[in-house]
């Protein structure tokens, strides 16, 4: 029967590990989320692990050698507790799983607003304005309703900079 195990990876290697242990035909699940990352003054969207440094393995221990999870590239070893590697319940698996949207990325913090909730700007240009919540976009931004000139106009913002009014 298979069970999922935690991997413990070598830094930034995550994806690889993930490669190198489907190359060998053990299920790999590494949940992904997307996050936004300034660098040299801009401001970009990256994929990133959701547990840096981890990864999961699905492994039948009775039939599959497991122990050759520790000698692949990428991996420094399996969570293990004495001699055997510790399973991972299903059901913490299947409540990551539970959050990933249609691209697979694991959606965190899902905003508590609601649609037509005031918000009010706390950071960036627009600061101390206020606006209207009219949808949350990749888990990071929000489409709001901003007053300009008389009239409401979109904008998309990062969801750090509001706050509710």
């Known amino acids: 029967m298979i069970q999922w195990y935690a991997v413990y990876t070598q830094p930034g290697r995550e994806a690889m590990a993930a490669r190198e242990l489907a190359n060998q035909a053990f299920g790999v699940y590494l949940p992904r989320y997307q ?5 040299a003054g801009r401001t970009s969207i990256v994929d990133a692990p959701l547990f840096p440094r981890y990864l999961f393995v699905g492994i039948d221990t009775e039939t599959q050698r497991w122990r050759s999870v520790n000698g692949t590239r990428g991996v420094i070893g399996m969570v293990m ?3 055997r590697p510790i399973p991972v319940p299903d059901s913490v698996i299947a409540e990551i799983r539970a959050r990933e949207d249609e691209k697979g990325y694991i959606q965190l913090n899902p905003p508590g607003f ?6 009010r700007i706390v950071e960036g240009p627009m600061a101390d304005t206020e606006a209207l919540f009219e949808e ?3 888990g990071n931004r929000a489409i709001l309703l901003v007053s300009l000139l008389g009239r409401l106009v ?3 913002m990062p969801l750090r900079q509001v706050e509710a009014a």
């Open 114 to 119: 609601r649609r037509g909730q005031a918000l």
């Open 81 to 83: 507790s004495g001699e």
């Open 35 to 39: 996050k936004m990352r300034r660098h």
């Open 136 to 138: 949350a976009v990749d």
């Open 154 to 156: 979109r904008t998309k």
